[in-house]
């Protein structure tokens, strides 16, 4: 089958309906999954689906770039300046995603990181439900930065 494009927003919906997805069974094991009892076992749940799901589509759909990585998931760097992320329109390129947290229904709000110019974090983190969103990816390289909202999944 043919690739199958995919914007970045859907891509984080999707990451976000497979952890919701989980919940029963992680929970059935005693693996806590809502914050603040969220621990090692979640996260790294958690960060490979993000992995599998969000980072390698979109390393996928620029593969023959030399993009930096994706910042990791619910991680908060000491720097961004060098690093690529996700962001959304609504909160800017100066708020990177960190990571989703449940609100009214599990995994259904995306929490951003507030970024100054330099790229340094700030204490200052952003807020919204996920499917008010429009995601996109800053690439950065050290020739370029690159914004795209779409990608294509070798996945059918």
């Known amino acids: 089958m043919s690739p199958k494009p995919n914007t970045i927003t859907e891509l984080v919906v999707t990451f976000s309906e497979c ?3 989980l919940t029963p069974y992680v929970t059935r094991v005693g693996i806590p999954w809502k914050e603040p009892d969220n621990y090692d076992e979640w996260d790294a749940i ?13 390393a996928y759909a620029v593969e023959a770039e ?27 390129r100066d708020a ?3 990571r989703l947290e449940s609100a009214v229904i599990p995994f259904d709000t995306a929490v951003f990181q507030r970024i100054t110019p330099d790229g340094q974090p ?7 439900l996920v499917r008010e969103l429009q995601f996109l990816a800053l690439l950065r390289s050290e020739v370029e930065e690159r914004e795209i909202d779409k990608a294509i999944s070798n996945l059918a």
């Open 96 to 98: 990177a995603f960190l």
């Open 19 to 21: 952890l919701s997805a």
């Open 122 to 128: 700030n204490e200052k983190q952003e807020r919204d």
């Open 66 to 92: 030399l993009f930096a990585k994706l910042a990791p998931y619910d991680m908060s760097l000491s720097n961004y300046a060098n690093t690529s992320f996700l962001f959304s329109r609504k909160f800017g």
């Open 46 to 58: 958690a960060s490979t689906i993000y992995s599998s799901i969000v980072v390698s589509t979109i």
